[in-house]
C-alpha cells in the first residue's frame, strides 16, 4: 500500500497572501515544511498539491529546484485537487497536510498513519471529534478510495472546498476515527499556523526562541514548552479569529 502526503499549497490566500513562502530562517515556511514531513518514515511519498493559477509558479518552481514533485489541480475544488494528486501518483492511502502549517510534527504524521492502519475505518484524523491539538499540527489519513466516493456524493461548494468535512460530518456513510494529543502536548488553545500577519509574527519568535535554524527538526512539544514559558508570545496572535469552514 502506497501511502502518500499530498501538501495543499497555494500562494492566494486571502488574509496572507504568499503565506508558503514566507522565509523561516533561510528557507520559505513551505521549504521547512518539506524539509520536516520528509522525516516521516510513514510516508513513500511527498508531493505538494498545487493550482493551476499563473500565481502559483513560485511553488512549482521551489519544488523543482529542491526535487519535490508537484501537482497543479483545481484552485477551488479542492477536493478533486487532492483526489486527482493521489492518483497522478498512484497513492492507495492518503495523508493530508495544510501548506500553511511549518511546525508540523512527523512523529505525529507517523502515529496517525500507525494508527489508521491498526484501526478498521475509513478516516482518521487528530482533529476529529475532538481537537486537542494546538492549530497547525493537523493530519488526515484515509484511502484514496475514500476520497473518491466521497467525491461522487457531493457537489456542494463548501465540501469541494475543504475536501474532508463531507467525510467526517457524515459517519453515517463512513467509519470514523480519531486520536488525541499527548496529555503533555494537550493544548487547543495554541495557534501555529499561517493564517494572519501577527500568525506569522508570533511563529517566527517561537522559530528562533527554540532556535529552529540550528535545529529545523524540533519538535511539537519544544514548540508547546517555548509557548507556555513565554505566554507573552501567544498573545501575539490568541485573538486571530479562526474562519468558519462556510467562509472557505
Keep these: 500500500m502506497k501511502v502518500a502526503g499530498i501538501i495543499e499549497a497555494r500562494m ?9 513562502m514566507l522565509p523561516f530562517g533561510e528557507e520559505p515556511a513551505l521549504g521547512l515544511l518539506l524539509k520536516r514531513v520528509s522525516c516521516a518514515d510513514k510516508l513513500d511519498e511527498v508531493i505538494v498539491a498545487t493550482t493551476e493559477e499563473k500565481g502559483d509558479l513560485p511553488i512549482i518552481r521551489f519544488c523543482e ?5 508537484s501537482f497543479r489541480g483545481s484552485e477551488n475544488d479542492v477536493m478533486k485537487r487532492v483526489l486527482d494528486t493521489a492518483r497522478h501518483c498512484e497513492a492507495d492511502l492518503i495523508c493530508e497536510l495544510m501548506g500553511d502549517s511549518p511546525f508540523l510534527d512527523p512523529n505525529e504524521i507517523n502515529r496517525a498513519i500507525t494508527e489508521y492502519q491498526a484501526r478498521d475505518c475509513d478516516y482518521l484524523s487528530n482533529f476529529w471529534p475532538e481537537n486537542t491539538y494546538p492549530l497547525g ?3 488526515q489519513v484515509y484511502r484514496t478510495e475514500v476520497l473518491s466516493r466521497a467525491e461522487k456524493m457531493t457537489q456542494d461548494p463548501v ?3 475543504h475536501v474532508t468535512t463531507f467525510i467526517y460530518q457524515n459517519p453515517d456513510l463512513f467509519v470514523l476515527e480519531g486520536i488525541k494529543a499527548p496529555s503533555e502536548c494537550h493544548a487547543p488553545d495554541l ?4 493564517d494572519q500577519s501577527e500568525d506569522y509574527e508570533a511563529m517566527q519568535e517561537v522559530f528562533e526562541g527554540i532556535k529552529g535554524s540550528e535545529n529545523p527538526f524540533f519538535s511539537m512539544k519544544d514548540c508547546i514548552r517555548f509557548l507556555r514559558n513565554n505566554p507573552r508570545v501567544i498573545k501575539i496572535n490568541q485573538n486571530v479569529r479562526v474562519k468558519k469552514i462556510e467562509e472557505g
Design 65 to 69: 529546484k529542491i526535487g519535490v514533485k
Design 12 to 20: 492566494g490566500s486571502s488574509r496572507l497572501p504568499g503565506k508558503v
Design 159 to 161: 465540501d469541494r472546498s
Design 137 to 139: 499540527f493537523a493530519v
Design 191 to 194: 495557534r501555529m499556523a499561517l
